[in-house]
């Protein structure tokens, strides 16, 4: 069993900051890629920021120049830096992990963390 729990979600008003973190604990083999999506009330669920082990990273087009994404390799974390929030980055953000359990690898999701940007 693999788990993913997310931390750092809250209100904060319009230019300001919030740092997300998540952890991955259980039966990991391996951990290849780490993420963060956000789903927006009536939205599909989308990508907001992806990591590689080997340290790729890819931006939503929206959040380029103000989210920073980073990862622990050895420590199983990854975490996103958020700066100069906008009302439109209020969403659910969700935690993601590509994880060999086992003899597969599988994309885990955490329980999700709200973030509201509101004056």
């Known amino acids: 069993q693999v788990q993913l729990v997310e931390s750092g979600g809250g209100l904060v008003q319009p230019g300001g900051s919030l740092r997300l973190s998540c952890a991955a604990s259980g039966s990991i083999f391996n951990l290849r890629a780490m993420g963060w999506y956000r789903q927006a009330p009536g939205k599909q669920r989308e990508l907001v920021a992806h990591?590689?082990?080997?340290?790729?990273?890819t931006y939503a087009y929206s959040v380029k120049g103000r989210f920073t994404i980073s990862s622990d390799n050895a420590k199983r974390t990854v975490s996103l830096q958020m700066n100069s929030l906008e009302p439109e980055d209020t969403a659910v953000y969700y935690c993601?992990?590509?994880?060999?359990?086992?003899?597969?690898?599988?994309?885990?999701w955490g329980q999700g963390t709200q973030v509201t940007v509101s004056s």
């Open positions: 990591i590689t082990n080997g340290g790729s990273i």
């Open positions: 993601n992990a590509d994880v060999l359990a086992g003899t597969n690898w599988r994309t885990y």
